[in-house]
């Protein structure tokens, strides 16, 4: 007879984690929807943060934060190299407590609150620097797009692979100066393009999910943002590269002491960003194409999240109706 019987402590523990998870975006997606459409990208951001870091404290893990609000110079509260959590797995934390500030002071589409789980190393130490990124969803052949190819060689071989023309593709990018040639391109080639003032993260995620209709995320955002979409990209086996960009050699350096042993120019595939077991969670602050926005009520309110585990491949939208007469932390 075995003497395995049901499933693993880690296997439990995993999916525990997982709910875990949407506890603490919720709390920091609660905290900033009471600065929505207000102007204070600053104050909604703090209050995200200051609401997860509490929300992590009860959370069975000792984590250690890899991507987060900046060095410990620069953020009084998840800063990189934090440690986080009540005591458990050894865990790296990617965390982005209010993706799109901007989005949130001027009540506009897509802000989210975002984290990511994986176990110790696993996740790229990815400086405050641009990345070139690309993404693409799930069930596609290996390799089908490329950073080195063209936009036009790209959507073509996507196309084919999707059975589709290129003029049924819907591409993906924030609305930058710098992504103006790529966009024009890529219209003239016959593609449709839907432009974010802000939130690669939401975008990069999209590509991934048939129900947003975006077939591929391409552009230039935050690294640390593209750590946390490898992350999401990684739970629904979609695909993505990217390659970190430097304005100087002084940023280049301090990559590669990061990452040592490690080209800093190399481009990196989706296992580079993210690797092992990846646990990911978003909660909408603001509806967008990913997720709805808090719902406030006079003593309730009512959100919508992802959670998502590498290990399982399964994604589950929550909504969660939160009583404040009753709940234990309260929005301020």
């Known amino acids: 007879m075995s003497d395995s019987i049901g499933p693993s402590p880690f296997v439990v523990s995993d999916r ?6 949407v506890r603490v975006t919720e709390a920091a997606a609660l905290a900033s929807a009471r600065w929505t459409g207000r102007g204070r990208k600053n104050d909604a951001d703090g209050a995200a943060v200051e609401a997860m870091r509490i929300a992590f404290d009860t959370v069975a893990i000792d984590g250690t934060v890899v991507i987060g609000e900046g060095e410990m110079d620069e953020a009084p509260m998840l800063y990189i190299g934090e440690k986080v959590g009540s005591g458990g797995p050894a865990m790296d934390i990617a965390v982005d407590p209010l993706e799109g500030t901007n989005l949130c002071a001027k ?11 994986a176990e110790r190393g696993n996740f790229l130490h990815a400086p405050d ?14 390799g089908v797009v490329d950073l080195e190819n063209t936009i036009e060689t790209n959507l073509k071989n996507l196309a084919k692979a999707k059975g589709k023309s290129v003029q ?9 100066e710098r992504h103006e040639e790529m966009i024009a391109r890529a219209r003239a080639a016959g593609a449709r393009v839907r432009l974010l003032s802000d939130g690669d993260v939401a975008g990069g995620i999209a590509a991934c999910l048939d129900s947003s209709q975006v077939d591929i995320y391409v552009g230039s955002g935050g690294a640390p943002e593209g750590v946390l ?7 629904v086996e979609g695909q993505m590269q990217g390659r970190l960009l430097f304005e100087d050699d002084g940023q280049r350096e301090r990559a590669q ?20 077991s990846v646990l990911f969670s978003a909660t909408g602050v603001t509806t967008g194409a990913l997720l709805r926005g808090v719902r406030q009520y006079p003593h309730q309110a009512v959100t919508h999240s992802l959670v998502m585990r590498s290990k399982s491949g399964t994604s589950r939208f ?13 929005p301020q």
């Open 257 to 276: 002491k990061m990452n040592p042993g490690k080209n800093p120019d190399r481009k990196l595939d989706l296992h580079d960003m993210a690797a092992g």
């Open 129 to 142: 620097v641009y990345m070139d990124k690309i993404v693409v969803g799930p069930n596609l052949p290996p």
């Open 107 to 117: 009540d506009m589409p897509n802000a989210i609150t975002v984290v990511a789980l």
């Open 168 to 176: 049924d593709l819907l591409l993906c990018t924030l609305d930058r």
């Open 229 to 235: 979409t490898a992350a999401a990209v990684r739970c």
């Open 318 to 330: 929550i909504e969660g109706h939160h009583n404040f007469k009753t709940k234990t932390w309260t």
């Open 16 to 21: 525990n984690l997982a709910l875990e998870l």
